[in-house]
């Protein structure tokens, strides 16, 4: 496997049976197997131990709340996310917005429980922020172009390459992915050369008549 990821967030687009994301994710493993790249999905909370038990690649949750055993009602638990299958998380996504403090509290939460953080940022200024926390990852997606299908990488490079400066001069251990309106060989090959490790992307291939064929676009050119 290169070091290069793909995390593709299932949001809630595939309505009815986990079957959907079964589905999606076996596309994934196989585009993974077949390219060396390492995919991962990111289902509903609900589908973490459906996909985990039915297909062998990386899940992640899409939030967590930093909360531990106990009095606590209506919370996305780590533990269970984690005995559920997931390998890491999404922080702070744009659809699931947090506190600064609660994104800290997050990456502790989850690094206890040796999950992977993935915090997501929508600018330079807060890539900075969010590496400054300490995640494995830090992904910039700037909203006005999520779902947009037009490619951060081709609509807003500085962003990427803004982002990979500022999280390397704050911490180096932190690895930088971008992501909206990714969906084509091309995006991620743009993405790579901006110095990002990869892409966080959803609705091209999610929302894709053919999903497995989008993906193996996706993967074409690196
Ligand atoms: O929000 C995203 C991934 O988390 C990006 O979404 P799109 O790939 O649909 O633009």
Known sequence: MSSTLIVLNLKTYLEGTGEGAVKVAQACKEVADDSGIEIGVAPQFCDIY???SQVDLPVYSQSLDPVGAGSFTGHAFVQSIKDAGAVGTLINHSECRLTLANIDA???TAKNA?????????NVA??????ALGPDYVAVEPPELIGSGIPVSKADPGVVTGSVDAVKRINPAVQVLCGAGISKGEDLAAALELGSVGVLLASGIVKAANPKAALEDLVSKV
């Open 50 to 52: 459906r996909v985990a």
């Open 106 to 108: 997050s990456i502790t």
């Open 114 to 122: 040796a999950l992977k953080t993935i915090v997501c940022t929508n």
């Open 126 to 131: 807060t890539s900075a922020a969010a590496a």
